[in-house]
């Protein structure tokens, strides 16, 4: 049996199996320590019985960095679609492709999704690579939709999809789009 727990820096060193896969971003040593630094608590691994990592999640919480529109947030009166009220974002889930099938991506999602609705965030957003239909899917089925296109994203030009899942607070689904409704595009710059 497998166990999530909290990532330790030593862990580092025992990933790289889990990122075996061309769609898996691979970071730099000190981004992974910011990520333990920051927010510890929104940073865990699955660890199998033989004590090898089968995947894990980077995630944060976070808002834009200028003020909110209109005080306090609404998403139903912000007259800027930009804006990122407090909210918690994945920004690397991965399995290592031997641990795939196994529930591990969504017991990782649901982790920290618990952990953004304890801070009483208003969602969990990520961006997926528009090319990525296992992860699409696998995020459709945990409750995430498209909000919107991010072209030219990634390095080699593919265009990402902002997926979010609204949370507790958001009561009127207000920062989510529902199936159906057409995502807008944006360009790089007006994400951050």
């Known amino acids: 049996m497998s166990t999530i727990r909290p990532m330790r820096p030593k862990d580092l060193f025992k990933i790289s199996s889990?990122?075996?896969?061309?769609?898996?971003?691979?970071?730099n040593i000190g981004f992974y320590l910011e990520y333990l630094t920051k927010w510890p608590d929104l940073c865990q691994v699955i660890?199998?019985?033989d004590g090898n990592i089968e995947g894990y999640i980077l995630g944060k919480l976070e808002s834009s960095p200028y003020p909110a529109p209109i005080s306090p947030y609404d998403p139903k009166t912000s007259p800027?679609?930009?804006y990122l009220p407090w909210h918690g974002h994945i920004t690397a889930l991965t399995v290592a492709p031997s641990a795939r099938r196994l529930g591990h991506a969504t017991a990782l999602s649901s982790a920290l999704e618990q952990q953004a609705d304890a801070a009483?965030?208003?969602f969990v957003d990520l961006f997926v690579r528009e090319?990525?239909?296992?992860?699409?899917t696998l995020y459709t089925k945990m409750g995430y939709s498209v909000y919107r296109r991010v072209k030219n994203y990634y390095n080699d030009g593919e265009?990402?999809?902002?997926?979010?899942?609204a949370l507790k607070r958001d009561v009127g689904r207000g920062t989510v789009r529902g199936e159906g409704e057409k995502p807008f595009e944006v360009s790089p710059d007006e994400v951050w």
Do not use: C, F, Q, V
């Not at 090319?131 to 699409?136: L, R």
């Open 47 to 49: 660890e199998g019985m």
């Open 131 to 136: 090319s990525n239909e296992i992860a699409k």
């Open 120 to 122: 009483e965030a208003w």
């Open 159 to 165: 265009d990402a999809l902002d997926m979010r899942k």
């Open 18 to 27: 889990t990122n075996l896969d061309h769609l898996t971003e691979t970071y």
């Open 80 to 82: 800027d679609p930009n």
